[in-house]
């Protein structure tokens, strides 16, 4: 509670969305009618389901900061009970989302953060062959934010392909992809949405990081050397699922490094490593032969998370669209 407080309480101008998301609650309460926005026929960028929320709010009396707690309050409970219901190590898992995800997503970019919440447990549901609430969750979800959409492209290339060195590989092909700044050739040729291409426009680029990537990666070569005794603890199609995960969401990354809002599409992939990530330390220590050896990576691994999380504590990374 104290967290989805810490995010829900904050005031305007802290990030870089609050003021946009005030202007838009304004707008919406004074200009649209509940008709106008079921139909789409408004000016804002934002999806339809989030602005008919903000008319609910405006006509119940509310201002933008019950939006705020209320979307603050959904986000968190998806993820943390998400969290300690299928993670073993919950509280390291915890620590895992507050250094890498939470600043960048929960603080800054509210409709993304709760569209990737449902987007975590739609993958939660497709491991377990829960195809209705995984599809139902991503339908909704897109309604709040669009990068949710990259889940079932996600599922399409786990049904398509399902070998490992191909994922293993695949991160490469998107940093080769990536020296040639693909999104400069997708803005001429007209392949982007009207959202991104008014990025392009602006040249409000930003710049996306290695460093998930790269722990991305050594986690896709953890999976793939365990891969037998991972599947103890989750089955064969989960740990599938999630090396998937990370092999995509690395490759989008990778490719358009130039461009930190398609962050949102490999952040939401990267999610899994919070799930991956306690049982890979489990197998480890079951593996080698000195048990507090393992023990001594897992604390190693904790004090790096930690220190990144540290890093993300600036001004300069929560404002703009960057991270490390």
Known sequence: MLLIGFVGLRGLGVDNDGVAYQDAFRLVGEKYSWLDLLRGN??????????????????????????????????????????????????????????????????????????????????????????????TLVFFAAFIHSSVLIVPLFYLLYIAIRRYTFYLILPLAGLVIGFFDPVMY????????????????????????????????????????YRSKLTTFYGDRAIDLFMVALSFGSFINLMFISFAIMQRLSSLLFTVIVLVMPYLFNVIEEDVKDRNIGVLIRLVFAIFVLYYGLKMIDIELVRPYSIL
């Not at 119940?60 to 299928?86: D, E, P, S």
């Not at 390291?92 to 993304?112: A, E, G, K, P």
């Not at 739609?122 to 995984?134: L, N, R």
């Not at 680029?205 to 790269?214: D, V």
Request: net charge negative; glycine share 8%; proline share 3%.
């Open 42 to 135: 408004y000016d804002e960028t934002m999806e339809r389901g989030y602005l008919l929320f903000n008319l609910f709010v405006f006509a119940l009396g509310g201002n933008i900061h019950v939006v705020f707690v209320v979307m603050a309050l959904l986000t968190g409970l998806l993820n943390f009970t998400l969290i300690f219901k299928y993670s073993p190590m919950p509280f390291l898992s915890v620590l895992v989302y507050l250094c890498f995800f939470f600043l960048y997503r929960d603080f800054t970019q509210i409709r993304y953060a709760l569209s990737a919440a449902m987007g975590f447990w739609s993958i939660c549901f497709f491991v377990d062959k829960k195809y209705g609430w995984s599809f």
């Open 186 to 225: 997708l803005f001429m040729l007209g392949g982007l949405p009207p959202t991104l291409a008014g990025y392009v426009e602006q040249e409000e680029f930003g710049k996306s990081g290695y460093m998930l990537s790269a722990i991305a990666e050594i986690f896709m070569l953890g999976i793939f050397y």
